[in-house]
C-alpha cells in the first residue's frame, strides 16, 4: 500500500506540474500576442505623426499645387474649379428663396427670406433626410425624379403662405461634387466622390437634369445657380462678415475654396469680373503629397476604394473614411491574436464601423470605457476587457489627431497662397510691403465632422495656431456654420438676380 500511495502522489505531483507548465506558457503565450497587439497600434501611432515641421512641408505643397493649378489645366492634383461667383451676398438681398443640397450622406431643402439687411435672414421649414443608399448607384433619372419629389412635397407642406400670387420660385442646387462650370447656373459633372456611382451622369449638365425633373412634375421652379457646398459655406460667411474668404466643409467628405484675385487665375486670361476676383473651388480632396503620413492601412483602404489612386488627402480627413482606417487597424489586432474572440470577423466588413461611433468611442469618459462596450457589443463583439477597450480609444484619438492635424496645415496652405500667414505667400503681382501686412481672415467651416466631432475640432484648431504662430493666428478666426452651404447657396442666387 505504501508504494502505491507513492506512485499516486508522485503521479499527482507531475500532472500539477504538466498544468502549471500549460498554465505558464498560455500565459507566456498571451502576454506576447498582447506585446504584439500594442506594438501594431506603437507602430501605427508612429506611421500617422504628424509633427508641426513635417505640416509645414504639406502647407508648402498646398500652395505651391494651388499655384500650379491656377496656371494651366492638368497643371495640378488641385484642378482649382472656377465658380463664376464673383459677386458675393452683401446684405441688402430681398425675396424668398429655395435651396436644396445633395451632399455625401443627407439631402436638405430650406427656404430662406431676406429682407434687405444683414440682421434680416429668416431660415425656415428645414428639411434634413438621409440619401436613399440604392440612389447612390441608380440612374440619373431616378436619382432627379427622387429630388423633384422631395422638393414637390417640401412645396405642397407651404400651402400658399410663400407663393400666394404664383410667381415662379428660384431654387439654389447646392452639389457637393466636382463640376466644370460654365456659368453660374450650368456645370458639367467631372466626376462622383463620396461612394456615388452613376456613370452616365458623368459630363452632364446637373443644372439640366434636375430643371428637367422639376418640369416634369410640373413645378414652377427655375434651377437659378448650381452651387459646390463650400462656395455656399463661403457665401454665408461672408454675408455675415466680409472678412471670410476661405470656407471648408468637413464631412462625409472633405474640399476647401476661397476667394482669389482674377489677375492670379492664370489659366484664364484676361477674365473680368467687377470685384476683381473670384470664388475658386479647389476640390483638395485630390491633394497629393509625400510629406502626407501614410500608412499601409491608408494604402490597402484606397487600393480597395471605388477609386484606387484618387482623393489620396479626402481618404486621411474625411468622415466617410476615418472609421474604417480604425476598423483596419482593429482587424490586423484580431488577426494577431485573441482578444476580441469568436466575434471578431465582423471586423473584415468594410466600413462596419462608422466614424459616428469612432466619434463616440473617442469621446467616452466612463471610468470602465461603457460607451465602447456599447458599440462593440451593437457590433456582435462582448466581453472585450477594459484594456482592449482602452487601446481601441487610442486607435481613434491617432486617427483622429492626424485628420486634424492635416486638415490645419490645408487650411494654412490656403492662406499661404493668399499671403494670409504671415510670410506673403505665393501672391504675384504684389508689392512685398502689401504682402507682409496682416489682416484679419475668417475661415467659415462647416459638415458634420468638424460640428460633432470635438476632438477633431480640437486637434485642427490647435495644429493651425502651431503652425501659423501665435502671433499671426490671432488674426485667423475659424467660424463654425451649422447648414452654412444651403443657406449660403440660396444667398448667391439673391445676389446673383439682383446684381
Excluded at 117 to 123: G, M, N
Excluded at 141 to 153: D, Q
Aim: charged fraction near 25%; proline fraction near 2%.
Amino acid at each position: 500500500m505504501g508504494k502505491v500511495a507513492v506512485a499516486f502522489a508522485s503521479a499527482a505531483v507531475v500532472a500539477a506540474c504538466s498544468v502549471a507548465a500549460v498554465m505558464v506558457r498560455r500565459r507566456v503565450k498571451s502576454r506576447r500576442k498582447w506585446r504584439t497587439v500594442v506594438e501594431i497600434v506603437k507602430e501605427f501611432e508612429e506611421g500617422c505623426d504628424a509633427p508641426v515641421g513635417r505640416l509645414r512641408h504639406v502647407v508648402d505643397a498646398m500652395a505651391v499645387e494651388m499655384h500650379a493649378g491656377l496656371a494651366s489645366e492638368g497643371g495640378s492634383k488641385l484642378k482649382m474649379l472656377l465658380t463664376y461667383v464673383h459677386d458675393l451676398p452683401n446684405g441688402t438681398e430681398k425675396g424668398t428663396y429655395y435651396a436644396l443640397h445633395l451632399g455625401g450622406t443627407y439631402f436638405r431643402i430650406l427656404r430662406v427670406h431676406l429682407g434687405g439687411e444683414r440682421s434680416y435672414l429668416d431660415v425656415q421649414d428645414v428639411e434634413r433626410h438621409p440619401i436613399p443608399s440604392h440612389l447612390m448607384n441608380s440612374t440619373s433619372e431616378v436619382l432627379f425624379n427622387f429630388l423633384a419629389f422631395s422638393l414637390e412635397r417640401f412645396i405642397q407642406k407651404e400651402g400658399n403662405e410663400s407663393n400666394s400670387q404664383g410667381v415662379k420660385r428660384e431654387l439654389a442646387f447646392t452639389f457637393s461634387f466636382p463640376v466644370k462650370h460654365t456659368c453660374i447656373s450650368s456645370g458639367v459633372l467631372i466626376k462622383w466622390t463620396k461612394g456615388f456611382e452613376i456613370s452616365e451622369m458623368v459630363g452632364k449638365d446637373i443644372a439640366e437634369c434636375l430643371q428637367g425633373a422639376l418640369n416634369r412634375r410640373g413645378l414652377d421652379i427655375h434651377v437659378a445657380a448650381l452651387v459646390n457646398d463650400t462656395v455656399g459655406a463661403l457665401s454665408l460667411g461672408y454675408y455675415h462678415d466680409p472678412d471670410t474668404v476661405v470656407a471648408v466643409v468637413f464631412g462625409t467628405g472633405s474640399n476647401a475654396c476661397y476667394l482669389e484675385r482674377t489677375d492670379a487665375i492664370i489659366k484664364c486670361q484676361g477674365l473680368l469680373t467687377t470685384s476683381g476676383s473670384m470664388v475658386v473651388n479647389m476640390e483638395w480632396g485630390n491633394f497629393w503629397s509625400s510629406h502626407l503620413p501614410r500608412t499601409a492601412y491608408d494604402i490597402d483602404l484606397d487600393a480597395e476604394s471605388s477609386n484606387p489612386n484618387d482623393m489620396g488627402f479626402e481618404k486621411m480627413i474625411a468622415g466617410l473614411y476615418l472609421g474604417d482606417i480604425v476598423r483596419r487597424v482593429i482587424l490586423r489586432m484580431s488577426q494577431e491574436s485573441d482578444i476580441f474572440g469568436p466575434s471578431s470577423s465582423v471586423f473584415s466588413q468594410p466600413y462596419v464601423l462608422r466614424t459616428n461611433s469612432v466619434s463616440a468611442m473617442h469621446e467616452d469618459d466612463t471610468p470602465e470605457l461603457q460607451e465602447v462596450a456599447r458599440i462593440l457589443k451593437d457590433l456582435g463583439v462582448s466581453d472585450v476587457p477594459l484594456k482592449v477597450r482602452k487601446l481601441m480609444v487610442k486607435i481613434c484619438d491617432v486617427v483622429t489627431r492626424r485628420a486634424g492635424r492635416l486638415a490645419a496645415a490645408g487650411i494654412a496652405g490656403i492662406l499661404k497662397k493668399i499671403g494670409r500667414d504671415g510670410g506673403g505667400g505665393i501672391t504675384s503681382g504684389r508689392s512685398r510691403g502689401e504682402m507682409q501686412m496682416q489682416r484679419r481672415t475668417v475661415v467659415g467651416v462647416e459638415g458634420g465632422l468638424y460640428m460633432k466631432y470635438t476632438m477633431f475640432r480640437e486637434y485642427m484648431e490647435e495644429a493651425l495656431v502651431e503652425i501659423l504662430g501665435e502671433e499671426v493666428s490671432q488674426y485667423v478666426v475659424v467660424k463654425a456654420m451649422e447648414d452654412g452651404s444651403s443657406i449660403g447657396s440660396a444667398l448667391l442666387v439673391a445676389s446673383s438676380l439682383q446684381s
